[in-house]
């Protein structure tokens, strides 16, 4: 199992970057995907996920980016996307992609990617 | 919900580690998912539904509940040990995840 984060660079308070998480080694549509961040030198924090096709593929995400983050899935690529508008400074950090070991809520997140940095500063 | 960690706990080598992880009625009501994070690395999942060990997994590493108390236990610690470790639960009142603050062994 592999799952590659891209898409994260440096971006100015209040555009947007969309971070892509590709996996391979398993039935993309089969399973759940989670997005965690992590701020420098803190801790983890989870942002959002996506279910299966099975569950419509419907969404969930964290308070603190309700509204302004999406996530979505193309099961025909094997890839996911963060879709993040209008950030802010405390948007940044590490984004990691990772897979829940099932697709009910209760799950962990049994493969993780290496993550990619999101910088928002003006 | 909210998980509380202690912020850091040292262990000489070969001794035994406890790192805790308080909730409300975590016992009766959560089942809690442990990751290892070591400098620079992604997270790796060490204990899944309170204590389950996934493969590739010591046996050294295990959970345990009690009343408002999650606890990690890591057995005959070693140098390698030494990382950030967190907790993490779902909260079905809100369809989240939450994870603790985090933990950090320093191994002595």
């Known amino acids: 199992v592999q799952v590659v984060e891209s898409g994260g660079g440096r971006a100015q308070p209040g555009r947007s970057l969309r971070l892509s998480c590709r996996v391979s080694?398993?039935?993309?549509?089969?399973?759940?995907l989670t997005w965690v961040r992590q701020a420098p030198g803190k801790g983890l924090e989870w942002v959002g996920f996506?279910?299966?096709?099975?569950?419509?593929?419907?969404?969930e995400y964290a308070a603190s980016v309700k509204g302004r983050f999406s996530i979505s899935r193309d099961d025909s690529q094997s890839i996911a996307f963060l879709q993040m508008n209008n950030l802010r400074g405390d948007d940044t950090g590490v984004y990691y992609c990772?897979?829940?070991?099932?697709?009910?809520?209760?799950?962990?997140?049994?493969?993780w990617g290496q993550g990619t940095p999101v910088t928002v500063s003006p | 919900y909210v998980l509380t960690q202690p912020p850091s706990v040292s262990v000489a080598p070969g001794q035994s580690a406890r790192l805790p992880c308080g909730g409300v009625?975590?016992?009766?009501?959560?089942?809690v998912h442990w990751y290892q994070q070591r400098p620079g690395q992604a997270p790796v999942v060490v204990v899944d539904?309170?204590?389950d060990r996934p493969s590739g997994i010591p046996e050294r590493f295990s959970g345990s509940k009690s009343g408002n108390t999650a606890t990690l236990t890591i057995s005959r610690v070693e140098a390698g040990d030494e990382a950030d470790y967190f907790c993490?639960?779902?909260?079905?009142?809100?369809?989240?995840?939450?994870f603790g603050g985090g933990t950090k062994l320093t191994v002595l």
């Open positions: 539904y309170d204590n």
């Open positions: 993490q639960v779902w909260d079905a009142s809100t369809n989240h995840w939450v």
């Open positions: 009625n975590i016992e009766k009501n959560k089942r």
């Open positions: 080694g398993f039935v993309f549509g089969d399973y759940a």
């Open positions: 996506v279910r299966s096709k099975s569950f419509h593929a419907t969404t």
């Open positions: 990772a897979r829940l070991s099932h697709d009910y809520g209760g799950a962990y997140f049994d493969y």
